[in-house]
């Protein structure tokens, strides 16, 4: 699926689903729950601390995209195409950053 595609879908299952957007401060303060439970899962995952027992079932994938699905509706929501929003954004990253990291000390193995 495009990201075009996924807006759309998203968009779709909100109207029929979902009744309607939640307001955009409601959606912000939704993203960072969600982008919070990713960074629970991975710093005691991957990282140093202990995994409860709890914690161990809880799938990564899945709370990513809840990430992307609230990603989305805010995109919807404010007229984003985050499909266009992205290559513009790559293409900014490449130009800035062409050189920038291979001559990053910290990066070499």
């Known amino acids: 699926m495009?990201?075009?595609?996924?807006?759309?879908?998203?968009?779709?299952w909100i109207k029929t689903v979902g009744v309607?957007?939640?307001?955009e401060l409601t959606n912000?303060?939704?993203?960072t729950e969600e982008v919070g439970e990713v960074a629970r899962i991975i710093a005691r995952r991957y990282?140093?601390?202990s995994e409860k027992?709890?914690?161990?079932?809880?799938?990564?994938g899945d709370?990513?995209?809840?990430?992307?699905?609230?990603?989305?509706?805010?995109?919807?929501q404010t007229g984003i195409?985050?499909?266009?929003?992205l290559e513009q954004n790559l293409a900014k990253k490449t130009i800035r950053d062409q050189d920038r990291h291979h001559n990053n000390p910290k990066l070499k193995a």
């Open 47 to 49: 990282g140093e601390q």
């Open 53 to 60: 027992e709890s914690d161990k079932q809880k799938d990564l």
């Open 63 to 76: 709370e990513m995209a809840d990430v992307l699905f609230v990603l989305i509706c805010l995109a919807n």
């Open 2 to 12: 495009t990201i075009q595609e996924a807006q759309e879908q998203v968009d779709q």
């Open 81 to 85: 195409n985050l499909e266009k929003a």
């Open 28 to 31: 912000m303060a939704m993203l």
């Open 20 to 23: 309607r957007y939640f307001n």
